[in-house]
């Protein structure tokens, strides 16, 4: 079981230049430089006021922040109305540069780099300020939730609504303090099946949220896993947070073999939930985290009003 209280690891390197001198040349006085998840320095000479964001989750983040009217654009999974009337660049992972570069963004948020995908390096080459942003883990996207908000000028904003997110975290931990935590399959993908394993932000939600993840000894952030090994581990709840998962699935998997197989299918602890809501990790994570210790406890939530 890990720590009860997730830590915020300020881990990016602020560096306000001041009077600075960098290779001879003096650094404008509000000039900042933010260093990002690929090891980049990140340099603006003033708050970014045109931005593009590629990353779903760091988007609602940046509307939390108050700073929606600075996005240009948007991605094809931006859905907020806020965000209708902008252009779309196309996915987050491969986005139409030549749109994107098009809309003259004096900061760009994107994934960092893999060893097939070179958008980042690619926007830095065209002069644009690019933030690569890691998004797998609470500790990063506090890390990326502050240096989003240097970049914007908004530090004091970032701050606030880390807070927010720690103290309604709390709030959800201490309602399930004490329970017995029940051993729960996270699947992010069916068939193939794909489910969460160690090293990421649902991992964390489903122990804030009162539940052990049945996966946690997994190799891989995400792996793909057998239904055998599923049924051998037998875990004692089940979330299916896929966008094809209707309210009929329980019924669909007790008909199903292998899945039939499982207990808590039998009884019918199978929740399918939102995945924009659960597999995001935005300012909506106290909201999952929440949903997650509701289902998980019900009777740790008895008084409140079903929703």
């Known amino acids: 079981m890990r720590a009860a209280r997730l830590l915020w690891f300020p881990l990016f390197l602020l560096l306000p230049a001041g009077c600075a001198e960098s290779g001879g040349k003096a650094e404008s006085a509000a000039a900042i430089l933010v260093r990002d998840d690929a090891g980049r320095l990140v340099r603006l000479e003033r708050p970014a006021r045109r931005v593009v964001c590629l990353i779903p989750s760091v988007t609602e983040l940046i509307l939390a922040l108050g700073a929606g009217d600075r996005l240009v654009a948007r991605t094809d999974y931006d859905d907020q109305p806020a965000l209708a009337a902008l252009p779309t660049v196309g996915g987050g992972l491969t986005p139409n540069l030549e749109s994107l570069a098009a809309l003259r963004p004096e900061l760009v948020v994107g994934w960092v780099d893999a060893q097939s995908r070179t958008v980042i390096d690619r926007l830095a080459d065209l002069g644009i300020a690019v933030y690569a942003a890691r998004t797998e883990t609470l500790a990063e996207a506090a890390r990326t939730t502050r240096g989003v908000g240097q970049l914007l000028g908004l530090a004091a904003e970032s701050e606030k609504v880390l807070g927010r997110i720690h103290a309604a975290l709390d709030t959800v931990r201490a309602a399930v303090a004490g329970r017995p935590a029940p051993s729960v399959l996270y699947v992010v993908g069916l068939e193939p099946l794909f489910v969460a394993g160690p090293g990421t932000f649902v991992d964390e939600l489903l122990e804030a949220a009162g539940g052990r993840n049945v996966f946690r000894d997994a190799v891989a952030r995400w792996p793909q896993v057998s239904l055998e090994e599923v049924v051998r581990r037998q875990p004692d709840a089940v979330v299916l947070a896929l966008a094809e998962a209707g309210p009929q699935v329980g ?33 909506g994570i106290p909201e999952a985290a929440r949903r997650l210790a509701r289902l998980l406890h019900p009777e740790s939530f008895a008084a409140e009003a079903t929703p």
């Open 251 to 283: 019924g669909r998997l007790k008909r199903t073999p292998g899945w039939r197989q499982l207990q808590a299918v039998r009884l019918g602890r199978v929740f399918p939930v939102d995945p924009d809501v659960f597999n995001r990790w935005g300012p």
